[in-house]
């Protein structure tokens, strides 16, 4: 069967996921997650993705990304490959490594891409690997800060991305009802979008409770 293709315009906004071949560890050192990290990097410097936020967790990663040419298949085509080939010479193994090509949601709207923003942040602080999302001067030079920033300064009044605001802000904790929708729409595999199916029971949920209490 032919692969479905993917909306991708020039300018577009995506959330892109991948894990492992049945869920096996895809980042086993530093030197690996930065091997990702290089590739990412080459594929930014090529015009192709901005990348505003990333969390790689030893099995997935998910990126934030926007697409200036609209070339995000060639982008992830490449960031896989390279990948790939390098964990595989690092490890001394062959053979494939993710359980598929890599997966995509496209964001329509701020309000999303600040959910997302905040999902990803997220996932390695719910397990437990950092404390906090973001420490100033930890980023690479080549992940897009601007939109973050003004996020940011929109929560806070505080322009910059100042140490210890952006991590511990009350707006960048996702509710149990956000993160559910971020993940309904990870888990969908078919062409209609949950997402307005699930964010209208989250909010009748959430008045339900209002109610109540």
Same mark, same amino acid.
């Given at each position: 069967m032919p692969r479905r293709p993917r909306y991708c315009s020039p300018g577009s906004w995506h959330h892109v996921f991948n894990r492992g071949l049945a869920r096996r560890s895809i980042f086993e050192t530093d030197e690996d997650r930065s091997l990702f990290l290089a590739v990412l990097r080459d594929e930014v410097e090529e015009g192709r993705i901005r990348l505003h936020a990333y969390c790689l967790m030893e099995n997935h990663f998910h990126l934030l990304v926007d697409t200036p040419t609209g070339e995000l298949d060639v982008a992830?085509?490449? +960031?896989t490959r390279g990948y790939v080939k390098a964990f595989n010479r690092a490890h001394d193994r062959d053979g494939p490594l993710f359980r598929s090509r890599y997966s995509s949601k496209l964001i329509e709207d701020e309000d999303y891409s600040r959910e997302v923003l905040c999902y990803i942040d997220r996932n390695p602080v719910a397990a437990g690997l950092v404390q906090r999302s973001y420490r100033r !001067? #930890? =980023? $690479? $030079?080549? @992940? #897009?800060? %601007? /939109?973050? =920033?003004? +996020? +940011? =300064? %929109? /929560?806070? !009044? +505080?322009? !910059? @991305? $100042? $140490?210890?605001i952006y991590g511990e802000h009350a707006a960048h904790d996702l509710s149990e009802e956000e993160a559910d929708v971020v993940e309904a729409r990870l888990r969908h595999r078919g062409r209609t979008d949950p997402r307005q199916e699930w964010s209208d029971a989250c909010g009748v949920a959430r008045w339900l409770r209002q109610r109540a209490e």
């Open positions: 992830m085509r490449e +960031v !001067g #930890t =980023a $690479p $030079p080549w @992940l #897009t800060k %601007s /939109w973050v =920033a003004r +996020v +940011v =300064a %929109s /929560w806070t !009044g +505080v322009d !910059g @991305l $100042p $140490p210890g």
